[in-house]
């Protein structure tokens, strides 16, 4: 089996946090933890947040040193123990079943090093359009990030 990271930055946001807690924990695949954090909101959000987390061994609250860390380098918060990592927005849902799915498809294909998934209207409260990514856990393809994405400066935290 694969074992998979998902990490979420949650900032202002805890009206998300019961609903992507309840998705995230409905997800049927056992070989995953949840990588969580709170990006300095102003509200309640990480108050929130660790008493809905807390006694539960799947995840793992992670406090940053500075705003957007774990967002741009969720490397340093997670070790090479897992084989590919998966961001999931703080607003965003997964199917349950997303994970065992990339497992059989990262088994029938041994030499996945990113797997692209769009949706369409994910969020339909603002009919916006989510894509998810699973990055094989690399330091090389890290470092290698910013080709797939030239607008983006991985290691200043810019996007322009």
């Not at 108050?47 to 809905?52: D, M």
């Not at 987390?53 to 070790?79: A, C, G, L, R």
């Amino acid at each position: 089996m694969i074992k998979f990271a998902i990490y979420t930055s949650f900032y202002n946001s805890t009206k998300y946090i019961d609903r992507l807690y309840k998705n995230i924990m409905s997800i049927d695949y056992t070989d995953f933890t949840w990588f969580v954090t709170d990006d300095y909101s102003s509200d309640e959000t990480k108050s929130k947040l660790l008493e809905k987390i807390k006694d539960n061994s799947k995840i793992i609250y992670v406090e940053q040193s500075h705003k957007m860390e774990m967002y741009w380098t969720p490397n340093k918060f997670i070790s090479s123990d897992y084989d590919y990592v998966l961001l999931v927005d703080s607003d965003d849902l997964v199917d349950s079943n997303i994970l065992s799915v990339y497992n059989n498809l990262i088994n029938k294909h041994d030499n996945i090093s990113i797997i692209t998934s769009d949706f369409i209207k994910i969020n339909e409260s603002d009919n916006s359009l989510h894509s998810y990514s699973y990055i094989l856990n690399q330091e090389r393809l890290y470092d290698k990030l910013s080709r797939y994405h030239p607008q983006i400066d991985y290691l200043n935290n810019l996007s322009y």
